[in-house]
């Protein structure tokens, strides 16, 4: 738990945006790929390397993550896959 909340709060710093939205966002996704709390930030490392690189923002890829997670991993679709496909999009 306290990992995930520190993770939380990183992402909340670096997004510029309040704590509990970051959350909301962070848990969809980690739920949707029922990440581990030893993986949490490895998850969200992902985002935000994709993030950096692309002209999608760390925000934007948690709000899209957070709506689709949980149907893509059903279906097979990878956080990386997910990741690549919503920066292109």
């Known amino acids: ?5 520190n993770v939380t709060t990183k992402v909340a710093n670096v997004t510029s945006t309040n704590a509990e939205t970051a ?3 962070l848990t969809a996704i980690w739920n949707g790929y029922k ?3 030893q ?18 923002d760390l925000e934007e890829l948690s709000q899209g993550m957070g ?5 893509a991993n059903a279906m ?7 990741n690549a496909s919503l920066a292109t999009i």
Request: aromatic share 2%; net charge negative.
């Open 67 to 71: 709506k689709v997670a949980s149907a």
């Open 39 to 56: 993986e949490a930030e490895m998850y969200i490392d992902k985002v935000s390397a994709v993030a950096a690189t692309t002209a999608a």
């Open 23 to 25: 959350s909301e966002q």
């Open 1 to 5: 738990m306290a990992a995930r909340a």
């Open 35 to 37: 990440v581990s709390a």
């Open 76 to 82: 097979g679709v990878d956080i990386d896959q997910l």
